[in-house]
């Protein structure tokens, strides 16, 4: 005979299971530890590239990343929760591919602005403040739908005398081609390439030679 506190136990065990196996169907499907990564090329760009027109040198000042997208696990959105996609990973800290990403833009860059080391900061004519304000995929067509992608960054730009520039806020959405991990991948490489083209669009057209 089992005894009443025991019943009890195995009760609230079955329920737990039920309720995290229900949580999980509702994440897109993934092979378990799977690594993913984002490179954000930005289109615009590549198809434009060609020989540097001018050497503006901007500088990275500091900036921030929205801290619960800063690691390596994938946020989604659902109404007025937040939870990480199941079993899946970005390769190494999402604000680390985005520097990345930010650099291989700039490199990609044919116009006046260059983006310089920081052995060069201290002679660069500005300097480029970049705060990622958004970074998520919201499931806004319900936790089975395919969500959208949501970056968005506010760049600030100064000149060497420390004087505002201009200061942009670069908003995309992308919405994933299927409730999958790697479409989701994908929407997210998409959003940050062309949220980056903006960046550096914007970049070029705001930091004009001296004299």
Known sequence: ???????????????????????????????????????????????????????VGVARSGGS???????????????AQASYIAESRWVAPAVTLFDEAVARAFDLNSGAARLVSRLEASRAEYSLRLDVVRFEAVYDRGPRAAPVVHVSLRATLARADRSLAGAQVFETQVRAADNRVSAIVEAYDQAVGQALGELVTWTNRTATPAG
């Open 65 to 79: 990343f929205t801290r619960a997208a800063a690691g390596d696990r994938l946020l989604a959105i659902t109404g």
């Open 1 to 55: 005979m089992i005894r009443p506190s025991l019943l009890l136990r195995l009760c609230g065990a079955g329920l737990l299971a039920l309720s995290l196996s229900a949580c999980i169907s509702l994440f897109p499907e993934a092979e378990p530890s799977q690594l993913y990564r984002f490179e954000g090329r930005p289109a615009a760009l590549l198809s434009a590239a060609g020989e540097r027109t001018g050497n």
